[in-house]
C-alpha cells in the first residue's frame, strides 16, 4: 500500500502541544533531526518526550529541551545534558528515569499489547517503589507496565514506498520498538525507495506501522 | 454461487482501503479472492509475513514461503518478513485492522469457540485466540449449520475462544451483528427469508421484518 | 569469535533422552530436517517438544512423534497431525496447547530474563485456568510465565563462522525466538559463510546465542 | 603505570576466550586495550551491537556507528547489530558472560550505588539496573577513593543499583571479592602493603596478610 510524502514542517504542524512524543535515538545517534529542527521552529511546547537520553544540548532530543519545548521526560539517562539537569533541578522539567531495558520492554509491551513485562531489574530498589511485585517459581519481578505516546518520530535509514523501513548499525536502538507503539507513526528516513528494493527480510520495521513518512528536503 | 463463496463475497465487502488484514485458514482464505475492485489491502500471515498474493507461478513454490495453512504464496512488492512474536505483536498490539476466522459456534453473546471439541477433536487454538484478543474487527465467516445443527446458539457448548464478543457474522444465509441488545441480523441472502433464517438459527434473533438483501459485490 | 561445525548425529548424541527441546518451524517450514532425521535414527526417547505444531506426520516435528521420540508437546496447534491427535487422545502423548501469542512471548521472556508476560490473550477462558491474573490501568491480563528449554534446535538460512544466523521468508517463525530460550542452542544453516559475509545489519540471530552449528553433509 | 591502567589491566585478567562482556562508559572501556593474548572476546555494547573495537581509522568514522558513550567504533566481520529489547533481551537473559561497571559506592554486602546522589547529581541509570541484574559476572571498576574519602564502604549512603552482590571489586589498590562472610581481600596492588588498603577502605575487610600482589598482565 503506498504512502505519499509530507515534509517534516507538515509533520511538526501534527504533533500538537502537550502531547507525548517518543522520539527514537541513543545520544542522538538515529534521532530525527530534520523532525526536531521541525518542532524547535514551530516552537511546540509542553510535550512529554520518551526516550532513551535527552543526547547533548545541541544534539537530537537536547535541541527540543534547549528549545523549551519539553515539560517531561521519561528516559534512562540524562547525565550527558546538563540543561536537563539544572532544568530538573530547578523543577522546569519533570525527570522519571527508567532502567534502559526497562524502558526498552515498556515501550514493546505498549505496541504489543501486553499489559506490561515482569522484570527482575530494579527489584529491591528505589526504582521498584509503588510498583507491584510477583513471585514466579521463587523469583521476584517486578510488573512494569506497558507505555504508549501519542507520536513516535523514528528516524530510518531506507524506506520504501510502502512505508516498510531499515535503519543502519547503532542507529535503530529505540526506533523499530517505538514504532509500534504510539498512534501516529512519523519516520523519517535518509533515503526512500520503490517498493521492491528492500528485501523482505531487510526490513525491520513493517511498513503497515507507518503513518507519515517524511520526505527528501524540497 | 455455492456457500462458500457467497461468504467469501460478503466478507470482502466489509474490507476497506488502506486495511490490514488476516484471514483465518480455510474459508476465511477465500475472501482475498473477492478484495473488491479500488481498494488496496495488505494481508498478514501470522507466520509471518504481510504482503501476499498466492498461488505462486507453477514451478516457483519456494519451501521457505507458506502461508499459515502451510500452502505456497507470493510475497508482493513491498512484503516485510518478521518472526513469530514480531507477527504476534502486531495481532495482539490492534495492528491488525480486521481478522477473519471459522468458527464452531457463536453464541447470542457475540463469543465464539472455533478449537476444541473436548474428548473428541482439539486441533488448538493456534493464532486465533490471539486475533480475537487484539484485531480490531473479528469476523466470523462461516456457514449457518454444521450436519444440520445450528452453528448459532443461545449458549456455546464449547470453550469459547475469547471472552470477546465478535464483531460481525457472515453466513450463507445472513449477516448477523451481535450487541448488547443480542444477536441483529442485518441482511439476508438473495433468496433467503427472515422466517428461513430465525428457523436456522439457534439463538433469539433480534429480525426486522425488511432486512435487506445481501450485497455480494459484481464482477 | 570462530567457531566450527559439527555433525547432525554429533549433536543429536547431545540431545539427551528426556530433554526439552524446543524445535523451530511452522507446519515444517523453517524446520531443521537434518536434526530431526538424527534423532530419529539415533532412536531418541522421552522429549519434551516445544514448537509451534507438531506439521505432519511425515514432515518436521511430526517425524519425531511418529518414530516414539517424544513423549510430551506444547505447542499451539496440532490439527494438521492425526497422530499427535490419536496418541494424546490415548494418553500416549500429554499435550498442553498454549495460544501462539502466548507460546512466542513466553519463549521470548525466557530467553530475555523476564519471569513472563501479562496478556490478554486468554482471559475468561480454560486457557485462564490456575494462573494468576493482574489489573493494569482497568484492564485484566493472564500472567503468563516464561518458557526455557535445554536445546533449542534451529533451521536458518546462512550463518557466518562467528555463528550469526539470518532466516528466509516464513522460515524465520519460532527460530530467532528459540536461539535466546534454551540452554544449549544448535543451529542448522542451509548455507555456511565467511564471518564478514552476513552484514551486521542482516543478523537476525546473533552468533554469541548459539552453542554449535551443524556444518553440511559430509 | 597510573591508577586507571592498573584496574583496567587487572579487570582484563578476567576476562575468559569466547566471552560476550559490556564495558561501561569511561573507566571500564579501557579494558578492551588489554585483552590478553591467545583469548577472543566479544564486546557487546548496549545501543546494539556485539564485535567492535574503537577508534575507527581517522576519517572513517560513521555516524550511525557508535558505543555506548556516544564515540565512534568499528564494527569488526561477524559482528551483529539489533534494538534496544534485543540488546537487553541479550543483557538480562543472562547472554552476557562479563559486564564491569563504575560505581560510586560498593558496601560491605557487596551491593554498588552508581546512578545518583539525589538531590546533587542524577546521570540516570542508563543500563546499570539491567546489567547488574541480569550479567553472569558484575565487576566493579573504579577508583579505592574519591576525593580522599572511601568509596567502599560498611553501608551505601546513595541508592543500590540492584539488590545483587556484585562479583568483584577491582581498585588501583586491591582486588576485593564480595562473600557471605564480608568483603575479602584477594590481592594487592604491588607495592601496597594490606595496612595500606584497610586503611582506606571504609568497610570490614577479611585481610589475609599473605595477600598476593596483583598479576597486571605483562607486554
Not at chain 1, 507525548?20 to 541513543?26: A, I, Y
Not at chain 1, 532513551?52 to 535541541?63: K, L, S
Not at chain 1, 529541551?65 to 519539553?70: K, L, P
Amino acid at each position: 500500500m503506498r504512502k505519499s510524502a509530507i515534509t517534516a514542517e507538515a509533520a511538526a504542524a501534527l504533533v500538537f502541544d502537550g502531547a507525548s512524543v517518543m522520539v527514537g535515538g541513543f545520544l542522538g545517534v538515529g534521532s530525527p533531526d530534520r523532525l526536531i529542527d521541525a518542532l524547535v521552529s514551530r516552537k511546540a511546547r509542553g510535550l512529554t518526550i520518551i526516550g532513551n537520553d535527552t543526547a547533548y544540548p545541541t544534539v537530537g532530543v537536547g535541541r527540543l529541551i534547549e528549545a523549551g519545548c519539553v515539560a517531561r521526560v521519561r528516559a534512562s539517562h540524562i547525565g550527558t545534558n546538563p540543561t536537563t539537569q539544572r532544568l530538573m533541578n530547578g523543577g522546569a522539567i519533570e525527570v522519571e528515569l527508567i532502567p534502559q531495558g526497562t524502558l526498552a520492554e515498556r515501550i514493546r509491551a505498549g505496541g504489543a499489547g501486553l499489559g506490561g513485562v515482569l522484570t527482575p531489574t530494579g527489584v529491591g530498589t528505589i526504582v521498584a517503589q509503588g510498583k507491584q511485585t510477583v513471585e514466579i517459581d521463587g523469583a521476584i519481578y517486578l510488573i512494569e507496565k506497558r507505555l504508549r505516546a501519542d507520536f513516535a518520530l523514528l528516524r530510518a535509514h531506507e524506506a520504501d514506498y510502502c512505508g516498510n523501513l531499515t535503519y543502519r548499525l547503532t542507529a535503530a536502538n529505540f526506533n523499530p520498538l517505538m514504532a509500534f507503539a504510539a498512534d501516529c507513526v512519523i519516520a523519517e528516513p535518509d533515503e526512500i525507495v520503490p517498493s521492491g528494493v528492500i528485501p523482505p527480510d531487510s526490513v525491520r520495521t513493517p511498513g503497515v506501522l507507518v503513518t507519515h513518512l517524511v520526505g527528501r528536503a524540497r | 454461487m455455492d456457500a462458500k463463496e457467497i461468504i467469501a463475497r460478503r466478507v470482502a465487502l466489509e474490507l476497506r482501503d488502506g486495511m490490514l488484514v488476516n484471514l483465518g485458514i480455510g474459508l476465511p482464505t477465500l475472501v482475498a479472492r473477492f478484495v473488491p475492485k479500488g481498494i488496496s489491502v495488505a494481508f498478514q500471515s501470522e507466520n509471518g509475513l504481510i504482503g501476499f498474493s498466492a498461488p505462486p507461478p507453477e514451478g516457483m513454490e519456494n519451501r521457505d514461503l507458506t502461508d499459515a495453512g502451510g500452502g505456497f504464496i507470493e510475497s508482493l512488492p513491498g512484503a516485510a518478513s518478521f518472526d513469530s512474536a514480531t507477527s504476534f505483536a502486531l495481532i495482539r498490539g490492534g495492528h491488525v485492522d480486521m481478522a477473519v476466522l471459522g468458527a464452531l459456534q457463536v453464541e447470542a453473546s457475540g463469543r465464539l469457540a472455533n478449537w476444541t471439541v473436548p474428548g473428541k477433536f482439539t486441533p488448538g487454538m493456534g493464532g486465533a485466540t490471539d486475533l480475537v484478543a487484539g484485531a480490531k474487527r473479528v469476523i466470523v465467516a462461516m456457514q449457518h449449520a454444521a450436519k444440520g445443527e445450528p452453528k448459532i446458539v443461545e449458549a456455546l457448548t464449547l470453550p469459547p475462544t475469547s471472552a470477546r464478543r465478535v464483531s460481525l457474522i457472515v453466513t450463507e444465509l445472513a449477516v448477523i451483528e451481535p450487541s448488547d441488545e443480542g444477536l441483529v441480523l442485518r441482511e439476508r441472502a438473495p433468496g433467503v427469508g427472515v422466517a428461513q433464517i430465525v428457523a436456522c438459527t439457534g439463538a433469539r434473533l433480534i429480525a426486522p421484518k425488511d432486512a435487506p438483501e445481501m450485497p455480494l459485490g459484481c464482477d
